[in-house]
């Protein structure tokens, strides 16, 4: 059975940093695509940044290029997303997501499994 959990949100200060976990239990990510996700409320889920074709590629979304970073470290089974100069925009709850094919997808849709979220909040 695949799990996914997340971990690292909490309250921070516009301009600051946080640091996502995504902690995998059954999925062999080094082999598929995984991504990170946020929906706010009243909104649709929406992509943030992903690792796909094996972990070899990243995507990001437009809004947090040059600020947020995916990684991942196969030893701990686990994929980061580390967030530097947060903005309020970047408040919502964030989703860890996987998928069962290799390439690259942005659409939420395309993602089978999913961790319940973490809470992000960032204060001006």
């Known amino acids: 059975q695949v799990q996914l959990v997340e971990s690292g949100g909490g309250s921070v200060q516009t301009g600051g940093s946080l640091r996502l976990t995504c902690t995998t239990v059954?999925?062999?990510?080094?082999?598929?695509?995984m991504g990170w996700f946020r929906q706010r409320p009243g909104k649709e889920r929406e992509g943030v940044a992903g690792?796909?074709?094996?972990?070899?590629?990243?995507w990001y979304h437009d809004s947090v290029k040059g600020r947020f970073t995916i990684s991942h470290d196969i030893s701990k089974n686990a994929v980061f997303l580390q967030m530097n100069g947060v903005r309020p925009e970047d408040t919502a709850r964030y989703f860890c997501?996987?998928?069962?094919?290799?390439?690259?997808?942005?659409?939420?849709?395309?993602?089978?499994?999913w961790g319940q979220g973490t809470e992000v909040t960032v204060s001006s």
């Open positions: 690792l796909c074709g094996g972990g070899g590629r990243t």
């Open positions: 059954g999925y062999d990510y080094s082999r598929f695509a």
């Open positions: 997501g996987a998928r069962t094919d290799r390439s690259c997808d942005r659409l939420s849709s395309s993602y089978y499994y």
